[in-house]
């Protein structure tokens, strides 16, 4: 069974799009992220949500919203795509918000690519 | 800030050893991880260090001074599946009730026969 599971695993869009990605985790954690890396690997948290509230949220356009209608899912949804939101998006789950960071289990990645 | 440096390529040679420094400058310190990330696929942990010194796990060990802001990741015995990408990760204190974690922008390591 797959811990976190996100959807799609790529998207190709065209600037100016909205578009959305799901993440549910079967863990029965607490907490769930958004990471984000862009072609140069960095890989940077977004957010995170800790039973469905928003506890991080590191900077990010106002573009991107998160959702959470439960603590299994977080979703992201991006409007008005821009080129620069070419990148692979991690969502992670751990138990609750003052795990360390081996205890985050990461979802597959979904690979978004602004044409 | 957070500032986390790493070489960006590096490579060597099956059944060789190699190390992979990184160096830190963060407002506060709560742990140092080492990621392992194959292209295409999601990082999975390595190692975690939060005192000075040296943790061993198999192949696998990995270094810390807190004084310099430095680490290290020693893989020995190299094999063709180490070829990935070496994330170096530091977590600094709850802010808002939740730690946040800085990443490196990793360091590829490609393995030769």
């Known amino acids: 069974d797959t811990a976190v599971s996100q959807t799609p695993k790529y998207l190709v869009t065209q600037m100016g799009n909205d578009k959305s990605i799901k993440c549910e985790q079967n863990?029965?954690?607490?907490?769930m992220y958004w990471y984000k890396q862009d072609s140069k690997k960095f890989l940077k948290i977004m957010f995170s949500?800790?039973?469905?509230?928003?506890?991080i949220n590191e900077t990010v356009p106002n573009r991107f919203s998160p959702k959470s209608p439960d603590k299994a899912h977080l979703n992201l949804h991006i409007n008005s795509l821009e080129l620069g939101d070419s990148a692979v998006y991690f969502c992670?789950?751990?138990?609750?918000?003052?795990?360390?960071?081996?205890?985050?289990?990461f979802g597959p990645g979904t690979r978004l690519t602004v044409t | 800030g957070q500032n986390i440096d790493q070489p960006t390529e590096m490579t060597a040679t099956e059944g060789a050893i190699v190390q992979i420094n990184c160096t830190y400058q963060?407002?506060?310190?709560?742990?140092l991880f080492w990621y392992q990330q194959h292209a295409g696929e999601a990082p999975t942990f390595l190692s975690y260090?939060?005192?000075?010194g040296l943790e061993e796990k198999g192949r696998f060990s990995s270094f810390l001074s807190r004084s310099k802001g430095y680490s290290y990741l020693l893989l020995k015995e190299l094999q063709m599946k180490d070829s990935a990408s070496y994330l170096c990760?530091?977590?600094?204190?709850?802010?808002?009730?939740?730690?946040?974690?800085?990443f490196g922008r990793g360091t590829s390591l490609i393995v030769h026969p």
């Open positions: 992670a789950s751990s138990q609750d918000r003052l795990r360390p960071l081996y205890e985050q289990y």
């Open positions: 863990l029965g954690h607490d907490t």
């Open positions: 949500y800790n039973n469905k509230e928003l506890i």
């Open positions: 963060t407002s506060g310190f709560n742990g």
């Open positions: 260090n939060v005192l000075d």
């Open positions: 990760a530091v977590r600094s204190p709850p802010s808002g009730g939740s730690y946040i974690p800085t």
